[in-house]
Nanobody
């Protein structure tokens, strides 16, 4: 089994910054894609940012230029640096990882989420 634990959420004023962290643990052979998603009240979960094992990245249009995703493969961790936060960034942020536990099989795992609240 694999567990993902997010941290770093909190309450911040508009224009402020937060850094989210997500660490994977358990039976891990390798991790391919890691990503951050968010779900605001009454809305569907959406992709915020993703990073491959080769450090290729992609972002939602709404966060481009403000958010930066990075990873530390040695720690099985992914990070999301969020700057110039807006009230519309308020959501529960989830970490996802595509984990190879036993080659060649991979499974998608989710964390339980960390809440980000941006006040105006």
């Amino acid at each position: 089994q694999v567990q993902l634990v997010e941290s770093g959420g909190g309450l911040v004023q508009a224009g402020g910054s937060l850094r989210l962290s997500c660490a994977a643990s358990g039976s891990i052979f390798s991790i391919n894609r890691m990503s951050w998603h968010r779900q605001a009240p009454g809305k569907q979960r959406e992709l915020v940012a993703a990073i491959t094992s080769g450090n290729g990245t992609n972002y939602a249009d709404s966060v481009k230029g403000r958010f930066t995703v990075s990873r530390d493969n040695a720690k099985n961790a992914v990070y999301l640096e969020m700057n110039s936060l807006k009230p519309e960034d308020t959501a529960l942020y989830y970490c996802n990882a595509i984990v190879m536990t036993k080659p060649p099989y991979s499974t998608s795992y989710w964390g339980k989420g960390t809440l980000v609240t941006v006040s105006s």
